[in-house]
C-alpha cells in the first residue's frame, strides 16, 4: 500500500512538472516607431516555422501590451500586423526555466519611410475580422477573365452559392448590397451574375440590424444577413455592360443584357432577359422579380404585419418549379446618387416581367388503408400568364448626425390569367371506381399593391438618449372574374354531381402601423428602450358565387359558397427592452404587451362578431465574444399570430368540390416559442472558419 501511495505521488509530481515545463508566456508591447504612439488592436500571431501553422493569436490592448500564455516549448515565429506598416517578423525560442519571453517594445515602421531598395513580401490577408464585420479582400483570390461576383463569392469561407446562383451565409439567404446601397432593391442574381469579379474590392458581411436598432444602438433583434459589394475606386467611374445569347436543340433558347454606367456619387443601370428554358432561375428570385407568386398579407397580434409569397390561392398558379414550359420576359432600371454634400441619398428601381408557363402532368398516388388501398390517377394540363410592373423609390436624408430621415414607396401593379383542367379516377384495390371527377377552373386577376413607410430618428445631447418614430402603410387590392366547372360521378350515387358556376372575388387590406421608440441609458451598461405602438387593419373579403340559369347566363346567386365580410382591427401595444452591454458581449431581454381588439362584420346578414383580448410578446438575447474572432449567441422569442381573415369566415368554399373547407370563426391566436444558438469562430490568417447553429420551437394552441 505505502509502495503504491509513494508511485501515486510521483505520478503527480511529475504531471505537475511536466505541465509547468510545457507552458510557456510572450509579452511586450507594439508601438509606432515615428509618432511613438501605441498601437491598439493589432494582431500577434504565434506560427509554426516550418508550416506557418497558426497557433496562438491575440490582440494588442489599448496601451499596445499583449501577453499570450499556454506555449509549449519550441521554436516559434512571431508576427505583428498593422495597416499601412511593415509586418514584423521574430523568431523566438521557448525553453529552460524560465517561462516567460519578454519581446519588449516592437516598432511597426511605416512602409512609406522604408529605403526604396528594401523590399518587403507578404502575403495579403483574405479575411479580416472587425467586430460583427467579416470582410474578405478580393485581390487574394484568384479569378479568370469575364469571372462574376458569383465565381468570387465561391471561394470565401463560409459562403455557399448553389447551381441556381442563390447566396447563403452560414444556411441563412443573404442580402446584397453595393457599395451600401440596394441594386434593383436588393435582387441577388443581377448582382452576383452581372457585376464583374475585377471591379471588386472588398466584400463585407454581416448581421445588418434594422435602421431603429442601428441608430439607437439598442438591439431590437431584427437582423438580416448581408453581403455589401465594395467596388474599387478606379472601377466607379465608366461604362459596362454584357450580352449572353443562346440556342439549343428543339426551339430552346435564352439570352440576357445589362448594362451599367457609374460616375462619381450615381449609378445607372438596364437590364433585359428572355428564355424559354427556365435557366434564369424562375425560381426564388424570378418569383418575386416577376410576382409570379400569391402574396398573402398576415397580420400580427402587436399591429405589425408581414407579406409571404404561397401559392395558396388555387387559381394563381403561375409558379415555375422545374415543371413545365415556361416562357419569361424581364426587363429593369435602376438609379442612385448622392446629394447635398453626402447627407441626402436617393435610391429607385423599375422592373416589368411577363411569364407565361404551360404545364402537362400525370400524377399516379396510392392510399394504403387497413385491409384496402386508394390508387388515384390524374392527367392535367394548365397554362398560367403573369405581367406585373413594380417601381420603387427610397430617400433618405441625415442633415447632421444625430438626426436621420427615411421616406420610401413601392407600387405594384400585376395582372394574371389562369386555366387548368384536369381528370381523375380513384379506384380501390380490387380496381372497382370509387369516384371520377372532371375540374375545370379559368380565372383573371388584377392586383394592386402600393407601400409606404417614414422612419425619423433623433439623437439627444446625453449618450445613448434617442427618440424614433416608424410608420408604414400597406394596401392590397385583388379582384379576381374566375369560373369553375366540376363534375363528380360516384357508382354509389349512379349519378353525376355537377358545379357550374361564376366567382367574382375582391379582396383587400390597408394596414397602417405606427410605433414610437425612446431609449434611456440608465447607467454606462444599462439601456432601456420604451416602445409604444398603435396599428389599424381593415380588410374587406367579398367573394360571390353564380349558377349558369335556363337563360345560359350566370345569374342565380348561390349564397351557400359566397361571403361578405369585413375584418376591422385595432391595436395598441406597449413595452420596454432592457439591454446590458459589457466588456465581450451583451444581454438584452425584455416583452411586449398588445391589447387588440376586432370587428368581424358579416355583410349580408349583419352579424357583428366582436374579439378582445391581451397579448404577450417576450424577448431574450444573449451574445459574448471569446475573442475578436470567435462568438456565442443565444435567443429567445415568443409571438402570437393571428388566424386570417379566409381561416376565420364560416363560409364554404367550392373552388375543389373534393376538398371544402369551412371557415371557423372561434379560432384562437397561435403561440410560437422559438430558440436559437449558435457558435462562429475564424482564423482569418489559416483561412479557417467554423460554424455550428441549431434552433428550437413550437407552437401552443
Not at 385491409?371 to 442633415?399: E, L, M
Not at 385595432?570 to 411586449?592: C, E, P, S
Request: glycine share 8%; proline share 3%.
Amino acid at each position: 500500500m505505502k509502495i503504491t501511495i509513494t508511485a501515486i505521488l510521483a505520478l503527480c509530481l511529475c504531471t505537475i512538472t511536466s505541465w509547468a515545463q510545457n507552458s510557456y508566456t510572450i509579452k511586450g508591447s507594439v508601438g509606432d516607431s515615428v509618432m511613438k504612439l501605441k498601437l491598439h488592436n493589432a494582431p500577434i500571431s504565434v506560427l509554426n516555422p516550418k508550416d506557418s501553422i497558426l497557433r496562438k493569436y491575440t490582440r494588442s490592448a489599448i496601451d499596445g501590451s499583449f501577453t499570450i500564455t499556454g506555449l509549449s516549448p519550441g521554436k516559434y515565429l512571431i508576427m505583428v500586423t498593422y495597416p499601412e506598416c511593415a509586418d514584423y517578423v521574430e523568431t523566438v525560442s521557448l525553453e529552460g526555466a524560465n517561462t516567460t519571453h519578454n519581446m519588449g517594445n516592437i516598432n511597426m515602421q511605416l512602409k512609406s519611410r522604408l529605403l526604396n531598395e528594401v523590399i518587403i513580401k507578404s502575403a495579403t490577408l483574405g479575411v479580416k475580422i472587425n467586430g460583427d464585420t467579416t470582410e474578405y479582400n478580393a485581390k487574394s483570390y484568384k479569378i479568370q477573365p469575364n469571372d462574376k461576383v458569383e465565381d468570387l463569392l465561391r471561394q470565401f469561407p463560409g459562403i455557399q452559392v448553389d447551381k441556381d446562383g442563390k447566396v447563403t451565409v452560414q444556411g441563412e439567404t443573404a442580402k446584397f448590397l453595393v457599395d451600401g446601397e440596394q441594386f434593383f432593391g436588393d435582387d441577388p442574381l443581377l448582382v452576383t451574375k452581372n457585376i464583374r469579379a475585377d471591379m471588386v474590392d472588398k466584400v463585407q458581411v454581416y448581421d445588418k440590424k434594422s435602421d431603429q436598432a442601428t441608430f439607437t444602438g439598442v438591439d431590437d433583434g431584427v437582423k438580416q444577413k448581408t453581403i455589401n459589394i465594395k467596388l474599387k475606386e478606379d472601377k466607379k467611374s465608366g461604362m459596362f455592360g454584357k450580352v449572353d445569347v443562346g440556342k439549343g436543340t428543339e426551339g430552346y433558347y435564352e439570352g440576357q443584357a445589362l448594362f451599367n454606367k457609374f460616375k462619381g456619387k450615381y449609378k445607372v443601370s438596364v437590364y433585359g432577359t428572355l428564355s424559354n428554358d427556365g435557366k434564369n432561375n424562375l425560381g426564388y428570385a424570378d418569383n418575386d422579380r416577376l410576382g409570379t407568386s400569391s402574396l398573402t398579407t398576415v397580420v400580427l397580434d402587436d399591429g405589425s404585419s408581414y407579406q409571404t409569397t404561397a401559392g395558396s390561392d388555387a387559381l394563381d398558379n403561375a409558379n415555375y418549379n422545374r415543371v413545365g414550359f415556361p416562357s419569361a420576359r424581364t426587363g429593369g432600371a435602376h438609379y442612385d446618387t448622392k446629394f447635398n454634400d453626402d447627407k441626402s441619398t436617393i435610391n429607385t428601381n423599375y422592373r416589368i416581367g411577363a411569364l407565361s408557363l404551360t404545364t402537362i402532368q400525370n400524377t399516379l398516388s396510392q392510399i394504403n388503408l387497413p385491409g384496402n388501398t386508394q390508387t388515384t390517377n390524374r392527367d392535367q394540363d394548365s397554362y398560367a400568364h403573369t405581367f406585373r410592373q413594380k417601381a420603387d423609390v427610397t430617400y433618405q436624408n441625415n442633415p447632421n448626425p444625430n438626426t436621420n430621415f427615411k421616406f420610401g414607396v413601392d407600387g405594384m401593379i400585376k395582372n394574371t390569367q389562369n386555366r387548368s383542367n384536369s381528370l381523375s379516377t380513384t379506384r380501390d384495390s380490387t380496381g372497382a371506381l370509387l369516384n371520377r371527377t372532371t375540374l375545370d377552373n379559368n380565372s383573371t386577376a388584377q392586383q394592386k399593391t402600393f407601400n409606404a413607410t417614414l422612419l425619423y430618428n433623433k439623437k439627444f445631447t446625453k449618450v445613448g438618449r434617442t427618440i424614433s418614430w416608424n410608420v408604414s402603410e400597406a394596401y392590397n387590392s385583388t379582384h379576381t372574374d374566375g369560373y369553375i366547372y366540376s363534375d363528380i360521378f360516384t357508382p354509389v350515387n349512379a349519378k353525376d354531381d355537377t358545379t357550374n358556376q361564376y366567382k367574382p372575388t375582391t379582396v383587400s387590406s390597408s394596414v397602417l402601423n405606427s410605433n414610437l421608440v425612446y431609449t434611456e441609458p440608465l447607467t454606462k451598461k444599462w439601456t432601456v428602450a420604451l416602445n409604444y405602438g398603435l396599428g389599424l387593419n381593415n380588410s374587406l373579403s367579398d367573394k360571390e358565387s353564380y349558377n349558369k340559369s335556363l337563360t345560359g347566363k350566370y345569374d342565380a346567386f348561390d349564397a351557400n359558397y359566397s361571403n361578405n365580410y369585413k375584418f376591422n382591427q385595432l391595436t395598441n401595444q406597449g413595452g420596454a427592452i432592457f439591454n446590458y452591454k459589457y466588456a465581450d458581449g451583451v444581454v438584452n431581454f425584455g416583452t411586449k404587451a398588445s391589447a387588440v381588439g376586432y370587428d368581424q362584420i358579416n355583410q349580408y346578414t349583419g352579424t357583428v362578431f366582436k374579439r378582445n383580448f391581451i397579448n404577450w410578446s417576450p424577448q431574450a438575447r444573449f451574445q459574448h465574444s471569446f475573442s475578436p474572432s470567435s462568438r456565442y449567441n443565444f435567443s429567445y422569442s415568443g409571438n402570437n399570430v393571428q388566424p386570417t381573415i379566409d381561416q376565420l369566415q364560416p363560409v364554404r368554399d367550392n373552388s375543389n368540390p373534393l376538398s371544402i373547407t369551412v371557415g371557423n370563426a372561434n379560432l384562437t391566436p397561435q403561440f410560437r416559442h422559438s430558440f436559437n444558438t449558435s457558435f462562429n469562430s475564424s482564423q482569418r490568417i489559416t483561412a479557417q472558419y467554423f460554424y455550428i447553429g441549431g434552433g428550437y420551437s413550437f407552437i401552443e394552441n
